[in-house]
């Protein structure tokens, strides 16, 4: 009997020594994690350094030299053939804006520099095609902003 008693004890302290060992791996473990977790996280002055460069983007993508609100009349596209209304309609909202926003360029300023580009937002597009081919609206109202190098976006305008 002494020999069975005495190997419980030794089996005990093996899996007290188990434990033990489990319990300082674990330990290491959350200790690597730690730093791990302290590494990938930026310092405060690393954030407020990444934070002005992105504002100045911004800024330099949304300087709007002029912007109006025009209201434009789309009538005369119902005269063409009713499946032919919506796209005449937008073809005149792209004519309207480049000769109240004066996008046509002389000759000898091509050669100099890009050609300026009207972009007409996904709004405008469907509320021109909202109703479908056939019933375009009559008019619509919308925001033409001119950035400096030229380029003219239009947006639908706020309704108040």
Do not use: C
Not at 17 to 30: R, V
Not at 43 to 56: C, I, L, T, V
Not at 124 to 139: D, M, Q, S
Not at 140 to 147: L, S, W, Y
């Amino acid at each position: 009997m002494p020999d069975e008693a005495q190997e419980e004890e030794l089996a005990g302290t093996i899996e007290e020594e188990g434990a033990e060992a489990k319990l300082e791996e674990s330990l290491e473990e959350k200790a690597t994690e730690e730093t791990v977790e302290a590494e990938e996280a930026p310092a405060p002055a690393e954030e407020e350094e990444a934070k002005p460069p992105e504002k100045k983007k911004k800024e330099e993508e949304e300087e709007i030299v002029e912007e109006r609100i025009y209201t434009i009349p789309l009538g005369k596209a119902w005269v063409r053939p009713p499946n032919k209304r919506a796209p005449r309609a937008m073809h005149m909202i792209r004519a309207f804006v480049n000769r109240h926003m004066k996008l046509t360029m002389r000759v000898e300023e091509e050669e100099e520099r890009e050609l300026p580009k009207l972009v007409i937002s996904k709004e405008v597009n469907e509320k021109v095609w909202g109703r479908g081919i056939e019933k375009p609206p009559r008019k619509i109202r919308v925001r033409a902003a001119k950035d400096k190098d030229g380029n003219v976006t239009v947006h639908l305008a706020e309704e108040s």
